[in-house]
Nanobody
């Protein structure tokens, strides 16, 4: 089982930056695909970006060129660097660890608010 703890959310002005972190428990972090999702009230949770165990990434079009995901397996941590933030990026961001055979796990979420 994997436990995920997100941090780094907060309030930022439009055009600003935030870096989210997701710390994972367990010794098999490197074999999981790690993703960041977001979910606004009343809407379905959507994938923002995923990074595979091999380091391949896939971003939703709305964040391409602004967000960057990275993972440091030695630290059991995945990061989401968010630049040029827009009000429409405001929502709760969730970290996910997924493996075909070991299951899918979620963090508790961290709030990101982009407002002047």
């Amino acid at each position: 089982q994997v436990q995920l703890v997100e941090s780094g959310g907060g309030l930022v002005q439009p055009g600003g930056s935030l870096r989210l972190s997701c710390a994972a428990s367990g010794s098999r972090f490197s074999i999981y695909a790690m993703g960041w999702y977001r979910q606004a009230p009343g809407k379905q949770r959507e994938l923002v970006v995923v990074i595979t165990s091999a380091g391949m990434t896939n971003y939703v079009d709305s964040v391409k060129g602004r967000f960057t995901i990275s993972r440091i397996n030695a630290e059991n941590t995945v990061y989401l660097q968010m630049n040029s933030l827009k009000p429409e990026d405001t929502t709760v961001y969730y970290c996910n660890a997924n493996h075909t055979y070991l299951g899918s796990y979620w963090g508790q979420g961290t709030q990101v608010t982009v407002s002047s």
